[in-house]
């Protein structure tokens, strides 16, 4: 599907919070239209509806994903509607963009993958960090060879949540726990600079229901390097995120899921710090990505390719089967 002119008309695929914060985004970008909202109820659409200024609500997904005047849906359901909210659209011929962790486990991301690559259908994981001008910025540094040969990624994730078995984040009904609401983006960072890692090693506190609370890994590479990453519930983590090269490291500050700042230091040279002002919410650059490659007739993005999203899903099967253990 390939969008010449006009606006990419968006449907929005769930009333929660973040699907809430996206579509305020896409109100702010010029060449987006948010035309439909779906709830699993009329009147949470309707109110979802009436606070943005959307013109039709639907009280079913399938309603939602049966409009042929939508371009794209936004997933933003919990963990564990993802796949079955992004089949949903994909077999009605719409292209897709799923909220991370794109599904609940690698198995789930293969079908929807092939299902989209079947149909000539474009999908992407909603990871915000990765579409941000500033990891943008440090995928071009390394790539260039600024701090060398990257040899070790710090990266951690965590904050206080209080535990509630009720709650989205801590209900198993919900795929809840540390590592797939937070621990996927240390996981995703040190994925974009060093790939699949060769050994995977995991530990956890769980919490009294069995997910986990708090997820430290450790990931080794076929080059050598290591990834150090920490996810968690129980507690404030610093937020931040460094890569470390035989020439010098950059360190992202916090937050690094979505950061205004980072800091390259180099062997011989002053620090460079960059910075990024951003209005909004620092949504607009995934929506913007997700425009270009439909304009482009592209049904994958080279920022988030769908064989990464798989990678780092299954990195998440192997630490979450480590934790059952």
């Not at 290591?226 to 020439?247: D, E, F, K, M, R």
């Not at 209005?279 to 425009?291: L, M, S």
């Amino acid at each position: 599907m390939t969008i010449s002119d006009g606006p990419i008309r968006w449907g929005i695929l769930g009333t929660g919070l973040i699907a809430g914060v996206f579509t305020e985004d896409l109100l702010r970008l010029p060449g987006h239209d948010v035309v439909a909202v779906g709830s699993r109820a009329p009147h949470t659409a309707r109110a979802f509806a009436e606070r943005h200024s959307i013109s039709k609500a639907y009280g079913s997904y399938a309603e939602l994903a049966a409009d042929d005047e939508i371009d794209v849906v936004y997933v933003a359901t919990p963990h564990t509607g993802h796949y079955p909210h992004a089949m949903l659209c994909l077999e009605a011929g719409r292209a897709v963009l799923v909220e991370k962790p794109f599904t609940t486990n690698a198995a789930d991301a293969e079908k929807l993958v092939a299902v989209a690559r079947d149909r000539g259908l474009f999908a992407m994981e909603a990871f915000v960090t990765r579409f941000n001008p500033l990891i943008r910025k440090l995928r071009g540094l390394v790539a260039d060879g600024a701090i060398g040969d990257v040899k070790a990624v710090y990266a951690d994730f965590a904050f206080p949540f209080p535990y509630d078995p009720s709650h989205r984040i801590w209900s198993t009904d919900t795929a809840g726990g540390a590592l797939l609401d937070l621990g996927v983006y240390p996981l995703m960072f040190a994925s974009m600079l060093l790939g699949a890692p060769g050994s995977v090693q995991a530990t956890a506190e769980l919490a009294p229901n069995g997910v986990d609370a708090g997820t430290g890994m450790l990931l080794g590479y076929d080059s050598g390097a290591i990834a150090l990453l920490h996810c968690g519930l129980v507690a404030q983590s610093p937020t931040t995120a460094t890569a470390i090269g035989t020439n010098g490291r950059i360190e992202v500050a916090a937050p690094f899921s979505l950061p205004s700042a980072m800091t390259l230091h180099r062997s011989g040279a002053a620090p460079e710090t960059f910075t990024l002002e951003f209005e909004g919410n620092g949504y607009t650059y995934q929506a913007e990505e997700v425009a270009r490659c439909l304009r482009a007739g592209e049904l994958e993005s080279p920022l988030m390719p769908l064989d990464e999203t798989l990678a780092i899903l299954r990195t998440v099967d192997t630490v979450a089967a480590q934790l059952r253990s």
